[in-house]
């Protein structure tokens, strides 16, 4: 039995917690891959406060974790599968069967990259199609490689593939990016970038890894096929709220709807994070939001002893 249990490990996750342990409140944090979350995909973090020279997601992720431990939190591995209500409960069901209590939840789980859904995408996840290129960068020296995706994310990444790839193909289904102007001048500067812009990938192609593309000019309408050695994958994200068993009030696309107080529309539920229906997806927001769920989940626990 804990007071409080958060569900996520990510900057919101942590932050919660922090403020939650530094208040001597009983807190558990859950995690299912990782301790950072989407940080940890994130090679240099630059607009977050007090790093003038800018600060990795890992170490970022390492120093919250550290500060959350040294204030008595607690964290656990386990995969979340669903979540139920008894009396004023929040009953934590994990999927090796452990089952938890707490009188208030803080769902922090984050979001994930979306799939392209194209022929061969599932066949070679793992043998050539990436979703994280501060991950697997470093397998493909002097190889050629594509990014698909317009975002700043796909832009990130793209960047930091030059590091290891020969050539990267930066690959968008519009005629402009999306992404922040640096990071457009940063790519349109870059000699290994090759920008194609309105077209698709239509399958991926190989034998035990992946071994071309198959892209689509949109304009032309012309099918091609790109030699290539790996492709990541950066076109959005999805909430990771597939778990979620009880009615939380959610938008078409799956976020979880909170008000000001990040409360959810259950009393006791918070919600905060890339999970929920925002403007902006930062880790300095997901961080500022975790602090307020958890100054209202102190305030909740108050009313309820």
Excluded at 147 to 154: K, M, Q, R, T, Y
Excluded at 179 to 204: C, G, H, P, R, W
Excluded at 220 to 230: D, F, H, P, T, V
Excluded at 268 to 297: N, P
């Amino acid at each position: 039995m804990f007071k409080t249990i958060i569900i996520g490990a990510g900057p919101s996750g942590l932050s919660a917690g922090i403020f939650l342990a530094r208040d001597k409140i009983p807190v558990l944090i859950i995690e299912k891959f990782a301790v950072g979350g989407n940080m940890l995909l994130t090679e240099k973090i630059e607009n977050y406060p007090g790093f003038p020279n800018g600060i990795t997601g890992y170490e970022l992720a390492k120093n919250m974790e550290e500060q959350f431990l040294k204030f008595g939190g607690k964290i656990k591995e386990g995969d979340v599968n669903g979540i139920e209500l008894k009396d004023n409960k929040k009953i934590v069901k994990i999927k090796n069967g452990e089952i938890l209590e707490c009188d208030v939840l803080i769902i922090a789980t984050g979001s994930s990259r979306k799939k392209l859904g194209v022929k061969g995408e599932e066949e070679f996840t793992g043998k050539g199609v990436s979703y994280c290129a501060i991950c697997d960068g470093p397998f493909y020296k002097e190889k050629e490689v594509a990014v698909v995706g317009g975002g700043d994310s796909a832009l990130e990444e793209a960047i930091h593939l030059t590091k290891f790839a020969k050539t990267v193909y930066l690959i968008h289904r519009r005629d402009n990016f999306r992404a922040k102007k640096y990071l457009q001048d940063e790519v349109m500067k870059n000699e290994k970038i090759k920008i194609l812009f309105s077209k698709t990938i239509k399958e991926i192609k190989g034998k035990e890894t992946v071994e071309k593309i198959v892209v689509e000019d949109l304009k032309q309408n012309k099918i091609e096929e790109l030699n290539i050695r790996g492709i990541f994958i950066s076109v959005g994200f999805k909430p990771n709220t597939d778990f979620l068993s009880i009615d939380i009030k959610k938008d078409e696309e799956g976020f979880i709807i909170v008000n000001e107080k990040m409360e959810t529309n259950i009393p006791g539920i918070f919600a905060c994070g890339d999970v929920i229906k925002k403007q902006l997806y930062q880790v300095i927001t997901a961080c500022s939001e975790g602090i307020i769920a958890g100054y209202f989940a102190e305030k909740y626990l108050d009313s309820i002893f």
